[in-house]
């Protein structure tokens, strides 16, 4: 399992890398930082996927639209 994660770190990285260089020749750095951050969150999610470790996605959705609908109902 290490070796996996290990793996797909180093090639995420190195594509990460690749395609990072390619946007600032391209002179587009907002487009590179942006690719950066993606990259970065992918790579942590799937290192959690490939531990075999639950993520719940409703958490985050729930923090955001809660308060939300609460307005709404009081309304």
């Keep these: 399992m290490i070796l996996q994660i ?3 770190v180093i ?3 190195g594509w990460s890398y690749y395609k990072v260089q390619m946007f600032l020749n391209k002179k587009q750095p907002k487009v590179a930082v ?3 951050c993606l990259m970065g ?3 942590i999610l799937g290192s959690l996927l490939f531990a075999h ?3 719940s996605i409703t958490a ?3 923090f955001i639209f809660e308060p939300i ?3 709404i ?3």
């Design 60 to 62: 985050p959705v729930r």
């Design 11 to 13: 090639f995420t990285l």
């Design 34 to 36: 942006v690719y950066s």
């Design 73 to 75: 109902l009081k309304q």
């Design 6 to 8: 290990s793996t797909f």
């Design 53 to 55: 470790v639950h993520i």
């Design 41 to 43: 969150l992918c790579m």
């Design 69 to 71: 609908g609460k307005i």
